[in-house]
């Protein structure tokens, strides 16, 4: 698989049943079936601790946080499912975003977002599928110097969405998945 299509995917979601990694997870198999390399993380399993400013140098050398740098280096594209939490995006992503945009432990600023290119998707158990959360994370990620694409899904009523494959149920949503995730991946080869 070519290097140039490297996609990172993870939901901003903690929860071990949550619809957002189901949703994300199908979304990276359509990418990796229009040719790119997507690797599927779980912000559960590196335990990010909330960000202070007070205790960021010292937990420079979180693992999770290394971790975290290299996989968002070395990556292209970005494929993120943003639960809506009160109308916005959830504070596990936003604190994921806040940390690694935060310079290294020498203090070198990298700016590891720009020029990323990142599709935004979204489910959640209210009709409207969190598109207040999408709309959010664009801007967020946007701010950082993302290139975020125009296309966007959000999967209402999560909770009969999808079958116990983890497949959309809805034939719709499951070609828009498969067409964002098509643009996602041109987008990142262009
Ligand atoms: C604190 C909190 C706030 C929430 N606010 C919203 C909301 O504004 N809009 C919405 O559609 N769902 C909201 N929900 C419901 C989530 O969409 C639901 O818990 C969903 O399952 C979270 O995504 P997940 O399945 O990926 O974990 C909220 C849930 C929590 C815990």
Redesign the pocket.
Known sequence: MTNSAKILAF?G?L?K?????SLVSLAAKAAEDAGAEVEVIRLQDFQLPIFNEDTEAELQAHPALSALREKLSSCKGLLI?S?????SLSAVLKNTLDWLSRPGAEGEYEPAFTNKVVAIIS????D???I??VKHSREVLGNLGCSVIPEQVTVGA?YQAFNEDGQLVDANQANEVRSLAQSLVESITL
């Open positions: 939901s979601s929860r049943q949550s619809w957002n990694h499912a639960p809506e939490y009160n109308g489910a959640s158990p209210a409207s599928g969190g207040r959360g999560a």
